[in-house]
């Protein structure tokens, strides 16, 4: 096993533990302290369960990888394609999560401060936090595409799964790209120009009042 390969282990377990640890901590803050259980800290409560998920599908991703022999590391298993159905969801469901507190936010500072007592609200932001990303991990699956890049340079996933790519003339097919797009970078796009647009209008609002 080479250097680089212990390199990136070490790096990806000690930080997904401590990111393990963290969120763990977090939730039992919130769960011993009741001062906490405010409707944001709620919303907190679940970005940190999808963060915690990541954490913890790279960590059973690496030790996966680390016990393969080398013929092996290429080829995608049922503890792949558990790995890959993990973080594609808690990945996606992080995203959602955090583009939902940014709006929660900017909404609390409106005139209806009460809204979050709707149960069309939590209704709605359990539907885009979960459910949403769990139907679009939930197609991949079924299409058969979560598993292991043959050729994982390509695709920067490291050591662990993701989409299971195919290949013509050296180049990954259009439809894979897409795939990954549609299930992961679409979304983390989405969350940073969301984000961005909130902070913008809360400082434009703050300075015109």
């Known amino acids: ?86 973080t594609t969801f808690s990945s996606l469901s992080s995203f959602a999560w955090t583009s939902i507190i940014a709006v929660h936010l900017y909404l609390l500072l409106r005139p209806n401060r009460y809204f979050d007592q709707d149960r069309f609200i939590q209704a709605l932001y359990f539907t885009i936090g ?27 996933t490291g050591l662990w799964c993701w989409i299971k790519l195919n290949y013509r003339n050296k180049r990954i097919l259009p439809s894979d790209i897409l795939l990954m797009f549609l299930s992961g970078k679409l979304w983390e796009i989405l969350t940073y120009i969301l984000s961005f647009s909130v902070y913008m209008s809360l400082k434009v609002t703050t300075y015109l009042e």
Not at 132 to 152: H, Q, Y
């Open 1 to 86: 096993m080479s250097l680089e390969i212990l390199s990136q282990a070490s790096i990806t377990l000690i930080s997904a533990s401590l990111s393990l640890v963290g969120g763990l901590a977090l939730l039992l803050t919130y769960v011993k302290i009741p001062d906490f259980r405010t409707s944001v800290h709620r919303l907190l409560v679940f970005l940190t369960i999808s963060d915690i998920l990541t954490a913890f599908g790279y960590i059973i991703g690496t030790v996966n990888f680390l016990t393969l022999d080398d013929d092996q590391r290429n080829v995608t298993d049922n503890m792949c394609i558990a790995q890959s159905f993990i």
């Open 130 to 156: 979960w459910i949403i990303p769990g139907i679009i991990t939930f197609a991949v699956l079924i299409m058969g595409k979560l598993g292991r890049d043959p050729n994982s340079q390509q695709s920067g």
